[in-house]
C-alpha cells in the first residue's frame, strides 16, 4: 500500500498568512494526488485534484504542487473559512490512502 | 442539485450485521463509479471500497475485504454497503462518495460529492 504523511499534523497561523501543507508518499504517485478540506461535522470538500487542478468553486487563495512522491498545498493568504483540517489522497494505485491530516488553527 | 444521503447506520453487535444505503440524486448515477470513506470519530479518512459504473468490477481495503461486501443498483439509483462480521474496529462514519478517478467522462478526478455520513458503533 502506498503511505501518505503529512506535515504538520497541526498549525497555528493568522488570518493573512501564507500556509504550506506538506504530503510525502511511500512511492511514486505521479501526480495522482488530491487534497481535501474537512470541517467540524462535515463531510469532506474536494480542493484539488491530480495535484494542482482547483476544483471548481473553490477560491484561487488554494493552490498544490509537487510530483512524484512529494508535493504541497498552498494557501497564499488565509481566510477565517479556512481553518479546518486538511486531507491529501493518492489514487495512483489501490487501496486508495490518505494522509492523516493536517489540522490548521487559529493563532 | 447534485446530492448523495447516506442512511442505515446504528448499534450493532460484534458479529453483527448491517446494511449502508447511499441515494443519488441530481446526476445520472450509472455513469459513475462510486466509494465507500470512513471516518472512526476524531481520527482520519480511510478508503473503504469502491464499485464500477454497472457494478463489474470492486475494490476493497485489506481489513474488509470478506466482510464488507459493496454493490449497486442502477435502477433505484442506490450504493451499498452490506456491513457482515462486524468488529469494534468498524466503528466509524460512513460516508459515500462520487468516486470520478477511474471515470473517463471528464479531465476531472477526486471524489467530488459527498454524502453527510452515516454512524455505524459496533459494540455489545
Known amino acids: 500500500d502506498v503511505q501518505m504523511t503529512q506535515s504538520p499534523s497541526s498549525l497555528s497561523a493568522s488570518v493573512g498568512d501564507r500556509v504550506t501543507i506538506t504530503c510525502r508518499a511511500s512511492?511514486?504517485?505521479?501526480?495522482?494526488l488530491a487534497w481535501y478540506q474537512q470541517k467540524p461535522g462535515k463531510a469532506p470538500k474536494l480542493l484539488i485534484f491530480k495535484t494542482s487542478s482547483l476544483e471548481s468553486g473553490v477560491p484561487s487563495r488554494f493552490s498544490g504542487s509537487g510530483s512524484g512522491t512529494e508535493f504541497t498545498l498552498t494557501i497564499s493568504s488565509l481566510q477565517p473559512d479556512d481553518f479546518a483540517i486538511y486531507y491529501c489522497q493518492q489514487y495512483k494505485s489501490y487501496p486508495y490512502t490518505f494522509g492523516q491530516g493536517t489540522k490548521l488553527e487559529i493563532k | 442539485e447534485e446530492q448523495l444521503v447516506e442512511s442505515g447506520g446504528g448499534l450493532v453487535q460484534p458479529g453483527g450485521s448491517l446494511r449502508l444505503s447511499c441515494a443519488a440524486s441530481g446526476f445520472i448515477f450509472s455513469n459513475y463509479w462510486m466509494s465507500w470513506v470512513r471516518q472512526v470519530p476524531g481520527k482520519g479518512l480511510e478508503w473503504v471500497a469502491n464499485i464500477k459504473d454497472d457494478g463489474g468490477e470492486k475494490y476493497y481495503v485489506d481489513p474488509v475485504e470478506g466482510r464488507l461486501t459493496i454493490s449497486r443498483d442502477n435502477a433505484k439509483n442506490s450504493l451499498y454497503l452490506q456491513m457482515n462480521s462486524l468488529r469494534a474496529e468498524d466503528t466509524a462514519v460512513y460516508y459515500c462518495?462520487?468516486?470520478?478517478?477511474?471515470?473517463?467522462?471528464?479531465?476531472?478526478?477526486?471524489?467530488?460529492?459527498w454524502g453527510q455520513g452515516t454512524m455505524v458503533t459496533v459494540s455489545s
Open positions: 462518495a462520487r468516486d470520478l478517478n477511474e471515470y473517463s467522462g471528464s479531465d476531472k478526478d477526486g471524489f467530488d460529492i
Open positions: 512511492q511514486s504517485i505521479s501526480t495522482w
